[in-house]
């Protein structure tokens, strides 16, 4: 099994949603819970971006004792040296620096050329080297970048000592067929690649950055950069739990992590309370309704064989059991099973005579709660005894 890196930006670029804003002691706190997670790689910011964020990646570094402890930086001397100064307590230093290849960066954002910015992504990784021999670098734009370039970077970055290489969709662009194969391009047309891990990056502009991932690893990449709950700039980043689970769920795949997926509902719940970020609930493996069902055929096929709808036990990634929703669309077994749940022994013929109340009530509210069926259970036993 192929050992792939988790590399959590949820301190860095998860934090660059509005409103996420954290203190340093948050920060600290997150990067604790997402070593215990077993996440090999922690961005924890870009030290240069304010004093807060310095003290931010100073703090963490000196806190955490096991996972690389990684600082963001643009191509600039200056950024390098702030992010090493930054890094200075970690037990496992790590450097991300890069700069944009995309034409729509080279000219637009940087009114440059091709040339120059192969001079300037090569100087990058040299300074970066000084002071880290763990040193990844970021191609922006990677996934609108075309390929034959993207291989003369990216082979030229690892000579000048890239042991990371990190080839972002960073407008979340790319079909997964297309990512896939610009991963493929890469490995099999850099001489040195073998020299180095490649990292994938994914945005979800349209929805794609978990797909975008699975099919990077599956085409020769080694690390896959995400966040909790999906967070990030825009639409989000690709989802740590979500990758994670389909590389647990698809062992014929070849693939494992080092994550401890009973972690991963109780850690999205600290994130989500800590940055403020509701999660919204259909989202999948974290979501409240991820375990949950309302319709009467899946809720009849469920209790009679939980595989029948649900691919993963909720125990396996911490969250709390599986739940049978009542609603209008609910049948005779599910409303079995809840007065069951609630201490109620009543048979076929009881639930038959129930279950018409039941309707009328379901059909006046979105959801029948269990003193719905207090009440009704109450109600139907006082008649059952007048009558007898």
Same mark, same amino acid.
Not at 168 to 195: F, R, S, W
Not at 235 to 257: P, R
């Given at each position: *099994?192929?050992?792939?890196?988790?590399?959590?930006?949820?301190?860095?670029?998860?934090?660059?949603?509005?409103?996420?804003?954290?203190?340093?002691?948050?920060?600290?706190?997150?990067?604790?819970?997402?070593?215990?997670?077993?996440?090999?790689?922690?961005?924890?910011?870009?030290?240069?971006?304010?004093?807060?964020?310095?003290? !931010?990646?100073?703090?963490?570094? =000196?806190?955490?004792?096991?996972?690389?402890?990684?600082?963001?930086?643009?191509?600039?001397?200056?950024?390098?040296?702030?992010?090493?100064?930054?890094?200075?307590?970690?037990?496992?230093?790590?450097?991300?620096?890069?700069?944009?290849?995309?034409?729509?960066?080279?000219?637009?954002?940087?009114? !440059?050329?091709?040339?120059?910015?192969?001079?300037?992504?090569?100087?990058?990784?040299?300074?970066?080297?000084?002071?880290?021999?763990?040193?990844?670098?970021?191609?922006?734009?990677?996934?609108?970048?075309?390929?034959?370039?993207?291989?003369?970077?990216?082979?030229?970055?690892?000579?000048?000592?890239?042991?990371?290489?990190?080839?972002?969709?960073?407008?979340?662009?790319?079909?997964?067929?297309?990512?896939?194969?610009?991963?493929?391009?890469?490995?099999?047309?850099?001489?040195?690649?073998?020299?180095?891990?490649?990292?994938?990056?994914?945005?979800?502009?349209?929805?794609?950055?978990?797909?975008?991932?699975?099919?990077?690893?599956?085409?020769?990449?080694?690390?896959?950069?995400?966040?909790?709950?999906?967070?990030?700039?825009?639409?989000?980043?690709?989802?740590?739990?979500?990758?994670? *689970?389909?590389?647990?769920?698809?062992?014929?795949?070849?693939?494992?992590?080092?994550?401890?997926?009973? *972690?991963?509902?109780?850690?999205?719940?600290?994130?989500?309370?800590? *940055?403020?970020?509701?999660?919204?609930?259909?989202?999948?493996?974290?979501?409240?309704?991820?375990?949950?069902? !309302?319709?009467?055929?899946?809720?009849?096929?469920?209790?009679?064989?939980?595989?029948?709808?649900?691919?993963?036990?909720?125990?396996?990634?911490?969250?709390?059991?599986? =739940?049978?929703?009542?609603?209008?669309? !609910?049948?005779?077994?599910?409303?079995?099973?809840?007065?069951?749940?609630?201490?109620?022994?009543?048979?076929?013929?009881?639930?038959?005579?129930?279950?018409?109340?039941?309707?009328?009530?379901?059909?006046? =509210?979105?959801?029948?709660?269990?003193?719905?069926?207090?009440?009704?259970? =109450?109600?139907?036993?006082?008649?059952?005894?007048?009558?007898?």
């Amino acid at each position: *099994m192929k050992k792939i890196v988790i590399f959590d930006t949820t301190l860095r670029d998860g934090e660059q949603v509005p409103g996420c804003k954290l203190n340093t002691k948050e920060k600290v706190e997150l990067a604790l819970h997402l070593e215990k997670l077993g996440v090999d790689v922690i961005e924890a910011g870009f030290p240069i971006s304010s004093p807060g964020d310095f003290a !931010s990646v100073e703090e963490i570094s =000196k806190a955490v004792k096991e996972a690389v402890i990684c600082g963001l930086s643009r191509a600039v001397k200056k950024d390098i040296e702030v992010a090493a100064q930054a890094l200075k307590h970690a037990k496992r230093p790590r450097i991300h620096t890069g700069i944009g290849t995309s034409d729509y960066h080279i000219k637009g954002k940087f009114n !440059s050329t091709q040339e120059d910015i192969l001079e300037r992504a090569v100087q990058c990784v040299k300074w970066a080297r000084n002071f880290t021999d763990n040193v990844e670098f970021y191609a922006e734009d990677a996934g609108r970048t075309d390929n034959e370039y993207l291989a003369r970077v990216i082979e030229k970055v690892i000579a000048a000592g890239a042991t990371t290489v990190n080839i972002p969709d960073t407008t979340g662009y790319c079909l997964p067929h297309q990512y896939g194969e610009k991963i493929a391009y890469l490995v099999n047309n850099v001489p040195n690649i073998d020299k180095a891990v490649i990292s994938c990056h994914c945005h979800n502009d349209l929805g794609l950055a978990t797909a975008n991932s699975i099919a990077g690893i599956i085409a020769g990449a080694g690390q896959i950069e995400c966040t909790i709950n999906g967070l990030g700039e825009r639409a989000g980043n690709t989802s740590l739990e979500e990758v994670v *689970m389909i590389i647990k769920q698809h062992k014929h795949l070849g693939f494992t992590t080092g994550i401890d997926t009973k *972690m991963l509902n109780p850690l999205s719940r600290i994130v989500s309370d800590t *940055m403020r970020m509701p999660v919204q609930p259909n989202k999948a493996i974290v979501g409240s309704n991820a375990f949950s069902h !309302s319709s009467g055929i899946h809720q009849d096929g469920f209790l009679k064989d939980a595989q029948t709808y649900e691919i993963i036990n909720p125990v396996d990634v911490g969250a709390d059991s599986s =739940k049978i929703i009542l609603t209008a669309r !609910s049948g005779r077994s599910a409303l079995a099973y809840r007065f069951q749940n609630l201490g109620f022994s009543f048979d076929r013929n009881d639930v038959d005579v129930l279950y018409e109340r039941f309707l009328a009530v379901a059909d006046s =509210k979105k959801e029948v709660t269990d003193d719905d069926l207090n009440e009704m259970a =109450k109600v139907y036993s006082q008649k059952e005894k007048v009558i007898a």
